[in-house]
């Protein structure tokens, strides 16, 4: 039972233009969502969260974007350089009491080319 | 700040051995967590560790288990190794357990043989 997807392995984009990774996910009771970066023999690092009663939220190039009525959500890299390649992974958290126990999606491997 | 550390960071074990792995989280944060990473089932949660306690636990067999120290540290000791544990095993730290990020160390690279 996968209750957080990510639907797309892969995505290639132009350097300087917008990057989109979308996730889906089925259980309601997700509170808080968060995207991590990976690159290769690397821990995944944090880049932005949003709570379950924001639609946005920006922090410089990045913005997540909530959509509970269809459970999605997306990140937008905007712009998109080089250095943003990497695997980028959205997870969820069912409440603050779990708040260690993240269910991740499979990840989207994101390639910006110069 | 120091990150999130972690020990050993390659290590090749054969099938029957048991391992353990350790952890040191960021100055100051006290909750740690634990994930195993795999190419077929991504990133999954194995447990999570507040003040010396087990918060929570994942859908894992009981080969796997941990603890957590009064100095927050923590190990993750799998037993019985079997070929599919082979893995990157991610440790995890928290400043409290109901802060929303966590901050991830560079993983244990197990290969089970």
């Known amino acids: 039972d996968q209750q957080v997807k990510q639907n797309s392995p892969s995505l290639s984009v132009q350097e300087g233009r917008i990057s989109i990774l979308n996730c889906d996910y089925t259980?309601?009771?997700?509170?808080?969502f968060l995207w991590y970066k990976k690159y290769p023999a690397e821990g995944p690092t944090f880049l932005i969260s949003?709570?379950?009663?924001?639609d946005k939220n920006e922090d410089g190039r990045f913005t997540v974007f909530l959509n509970k009525s269809a459970k999605h959500l997306s990140l937008h890299i905007v712009p998109s350089q080089p250095g943003d390649s990497a695997v980028y992974f959205c997870?969820?958290?069912?409440?603050?009491?779990?708040?260690?126990?993240?269910?991740f999606g499979q990840g989207t491997t994101l390639q910006v080319k110069p | 700040k120091a990150g999130v550390t972690q020990t050993p960071r390659y290590l090749i074990k054969t099938r029957g051995q048991q391992v353990t792995l350790s952890c040191s989280p960021i100055?100051?944060?006290?909750?740690v967590s634990w994930y195993q990473q795999t190419p077929g089932q991504g990133l999954q949660f194995l447990f999570e560790?507040?003040?010396?306690?087990?918060?929570n636990k994942g859908n894992f067999p009981g080969r796997f288990s941990g603890r957590q120290f009064s100095n927050s540290r923590s190990e993750m000791n799998v037993s019985t190794l079997e070929l599919g544990d082979s893995a990157l095993y991610l440790c995890?730290?928290?400043?409290?357990?109901?802060?929303?990020?966590?901050?991830f160390g560079e993983g244990s690279r197990l290969t089970v043989l």
């Open positions: 259980n309601s009771m997700f509170d808080y």
């Open positions: 100055s100051g944060h006290r909750s």
């Open positions: 560790y507040f003040s010396e306690t087990q918060r």
């Open positions: 995890a730290s928290s400043l409290q357990p109901d802060t929303g990020e966590l901050f």
């Open positions: 997870a969820a958290r069912k409440g603050s009491s779990n708040t260690g126990k993240l269910i």
């Open positions: 949003i709570s379950s009663i924001k």
